[in-house]
């Protein structure tokens, strides 16, 4: 009877035994298989890693950040080409200076200057008086008598007489003119004197007239022009 009961001891035993080590087994698999499973997250992890760099990777395309810099630098090369319109306003300048000096000289020989009915030679400072009233100066200066008009920009020279020999003109459209420009288009002048700080340019614009252009050192341009009767500056009348 003993010996049937350590039998079922022993049995028992042994298939505890067996059954502890079918469970050791199981988790070891288990394990294994836990570990299998976390290693794809690993990797998971490393491969979402690799995007990271990307952002990084982006400022390596810094060479479009310096082509900026040197389109300016070539752009003001364009700012040549306003030349062209220079050459246009040049050609444009001197068209209308030889205009304006040929247009002179044919006053000239009718005694006149711009803007001004009376003339020399045929002109009378009474008229001009009864016209424009009383000059706002006059002075006896050289071979007569002179008469400022200061608004309308112009001189009367008269003799005794009270007839006029020279119309002067200070208006501002003739004090942009140069010399080159005057002999350009009316050539060397007949006669060139000093006077002070000025120079004179005489132009014979016919027996009659003499046309003067009075250009102070200073400026290099125009002050003044002179509508000029040399015949009638004698004064027949003194006395």
Known sequence: MMSVQIKLIAGSILLTGMIGLAGCSSNNEAGNSESQATAPTETAVTATSEPEVSPSSTPAATPPETAPETAPETAPAATSSPTEPDKDSTSSNSQNSDKQLKELLELAKNGKVPGVKYAAHTGLIDEVEA?????????SAGKGIYATY????????????????????????????????????????????????????????????????????????????????????????AG
Do not use: C
């Open 131 to 139: 016209d424009w009233g009383k000059p706002d100066q006059q002075e």
């Open 150 to 237: 200061t608004d309308k920009h112009v001189v009367f020279g008269f003799n005794k007489g009270s007839l006029i020999f020279d119309v002067r003109s200070s208006d501002s459209a003739l004090q942009k003119l140069t010399l080159k420009q005057i002999e350009a288009t009316l050539g060397k002048p007949d006669d060139t004197k000093v006077n002070g700080g000025d120079k004179i340019y005489t132009y014979q614009a016919n027996d009659q007239y003499q046309l003067k252009f009075i250009i102070p050192s200073s400026t290099g341009t125009v002050d003044h022009i002179s509508v000029f009767s040399e015949q009638d500056s004698f004064n027949n009348m």
